[in-house]
């Protein structure tokens, strides 16, 4: 059999280019109206839009408070500036230039696809580092533009930090796969992209604390690795605390937050390098065994600090939301719950492309040459099997186990190829080769999950009112043109609107679905759900002055489901309440808007 071409570095560059270039297109024409319209599927990047304007707007760098959300406290956001920076660095650009709509609809395209092609980059890099020919590297690229769990995050209009994560964890594998420097700047690299992280969300914590332990491990098995161990401590330690004092009010930084990076988390870290550095500069360490000793200390120290300063972060940062709130808004988030909680399907989609891309990488290290290669690929070993954990015990991680499984999963899937062209029956050779289809990411779990049909354990009911995208034409700013007109004012609505209320209108809202506001959390569902009568008190004390919702909008249907003689049920049924009065929107706004009747105005007529 002939060998497949070999590519040089400028040929396999423009390829790469190429390919960006075509998934782009793809992902711009398949979102076209929701560009055009303005229209968020998701309302984190409805509400980062949100934070990106009162930036601009004069909001302080530093006061990450939401204030439109439950007026008048409002609510202090858990969210990065790291993040913000790059979108609101674009609008300031073309804002004078193209006006405010064109340049908010080109940046909403542009930052998705561009951070897209930096992972691209850094995907080809990490095959190309651990000893991949160009032809490999750019199968990873094609794997990585294919797969649905990963570029569902970098299509345009997803503004939110999801697609950044990915890129700073891409820049620590790129790292820690990388054997040929031992002078400490991979570890430098890996300890500042963790860092970035942590700060744009504690779910980087786990994979830092992964990273570390790699880095550990070599230290041990060779005296020549200390310098990457400590320079990744010191850099992720000092980084950590820069971003957070860079982004934060001081008021802010100090605050022991458990649900985003904070002193809680920056003192045992602290603790855990001071040690290390501490016990390796005192004690003689010439054999593994005695190197184990300062590991040992340095984490027993950071675990100790951890349980004496922030014990209650170990009950995770939902523990302390209302009952009623934890039922109807967290275990509604599927990203946030178990694989025990999925559907069979969707355990399926976690699964399957990782448990590929772990057979390809076991491959991999049992065909590879010589140590450097070895060690390369039981690194990333490791991370896939750390990440598949992590992503089992939440959906939301399972983009990061799909993405350091692509280098297995091209070993896996070039073996195949390799098998199936050495059948002599053109044929049979065609249909196998073709039938590779399935050992891609996409392609597995897509033909897993269908072999299992409607075999998921959602009742149909629910399936049927969860497929309902009314949101999608309600919530638009066409749609919403009636309500933007009123008079600046407070909205009670259900969570899932709430923040295409903020992007789209003038308007501020009791509740959106963000942990932070537990208690309008509470009161918008608590309005919601108990019959008329009650959410009378509800409603009027909430401070709002009208009532809004999508009659066929998922959480409309949940609600009135589940409590048949709520409010919400009752309105859904078209029936109003002699304490809300019907406000007509104009013709063809599906909205429905009700002014809120205060107690003092109800008895005074």
């Not at 922030?310 to 275990?331: I, M, N, S």
Request: glycine share 8%; charged share 15%.
């Amino acid at each position: 059999m002939n060998r497949a071409p070999s590519l040089s570095a400028e040929s396999s560059r423009a390829i790469l280019l190429a390919m960006w270039t075509i998934a782009a297109i793809v992902l711009i024409a398949l979102n076209w109206s929701l560009i055009t319209a303005l229209n968020f599927r998701d309302p984190d990047d409805a509400l980062r839009l949100v934070q990106v304007r009162d930036l601009l707007a004069g909001q302080s760098w530093f006061d990450l408070t939401q204030h439109r959300i439950f007026p008048p406290e409002g609510v202090p956001m858990h969210w990065s500036r790291l993040v913000d920076l790059p979108i609101a660095l674009m609008l300031a650009l073309l804002d004078p230039l193209l006006g405010a709509p064109l340049a908010e609809r080109i940046t909403l395209v542009a930052i998705p696809l561009g951070w897209l092609l930096v992972l691209s980059l850094l995907v080809y890099k990490i095959a190309r580092w651990m000893e991949q020919s160009h032809v490999m590297a750019l199968l990873c690229v094609f794997l990585l533009l294919t797969s649905v769990s990963i570029m569902i995050q970098f299509t345009p209009m997803r503004i939110d930090h999801h697609g950044i994560q990915l890129v700073c964890g891409a820049v620590a594998v790129m790292a820690l796969v990388r054997m040929d420097r031992r002078d400490g700047r991979l570890g430098l690299l890996a300890g500042i992209a963790m860092a970035c992280w942590m700060q744009i969300s504690l779910e980087g914590l786990p994979y830092a604390v992964t990273a570390g332990g790699i880095f550990a491990l070599r230290h041990i098995a060779r005296t020549d690795r200390k310098a990457d161990l400590r320079a990744y401590m010191l850099a992720l330690t000092g980084g950590s605390a820069v971003l957070l004092f860079a982004t934060r009010a001081p008021a802010d930084a100090l605050r022991p937050w458990c649900d985003s990076f904070s002193p809680s988390y920056l003192v045992p870290l602290g603790i855990t390098t001071l040690t290390l550095l501490a016990a390796q500069g005192r004690l003689r360490c010439p054999t593994r065994t005695a190197r184990i000793l300062p590991l040992a200390l340095a984490g027993g120290a950071g675990i100790a600090t951890f349980l004496l300063t922030a014990r209650q972060c170990l009950a995770g940062p939902f523990d302390t939301l209302d009952p009623l709130v934890y039922k109807l808004w967290y275990l509604g988030v599927q990203e946030g719950l178990p694989i025990t909680m999925q559907s069979p399907e969707m355990r399926m989609i976690i699964v399957v492309p990782a448990l590929l891309g772990l057979v390809g990488s076991g491959l991999a290290l049992h065909r590879a040459p010589h140590d450097r290669a070895r060690s390369a690929w039981a690194t990333l070993l490791i991370l896939q099997i750390a990440s598949l954990v992590i992503a089992l015990s939440v959906m939301r991680a399972m983009a990061f186990a799909h993405l350091v499984a692509l280098p297995g999963n091209a070993v896996l899937l070039a073996a195949l190829i390799r098998i199936a062209q050495r059948f002599k029956a053109m044929p049979l050779r065609v249909c196998l080769t073709a039938a590779t289809v399935i050992a891609t990411p996409s392609g597995a779990a897509v033909s897993a999950a269908a072999t299992l049909g409607d075999g998921g354990h959602v009742p149909s009911d629910e399936k049927k009112a969860d497929s309902i995208p009314a949101r999608y034409s309600c919530t638009t700013p066409r749609a919403l043109k009636g309500l933007a007109a009123l008079p600046a004012t407070t909205l009670f609505t259900p969570l899932d609107i709430g923040a295409h209320m903020l992007v789209y209108t003038h308007h501020s809202v009791i509740a959106t679905g963000h942990h932070r506001n537990g208690a309008g959390m509470k009161v918008a569902l608590e309005g919601l759900t108990t019959p008329p009568d009650t959410a009378r008190g509800i409603v009027t004390g909430s401070g709002a002055r009208y009532l809004a919702f999508c009659a066929g909008e998922n959480e409309v249907a949940r609600y009135s489901r589940l409590y048949p003689q709520g409010l919400m049920a009752v309105l859904a049924a078209g029936h109003t309440p002699d304490w809300l009065e019907p406000v007509p929107m104009r013709s063809g706004e599906t909205i429905k808007v009700y002014r809120i009747v205060s107690r003092t105005a109800d008895t005074t007529s």
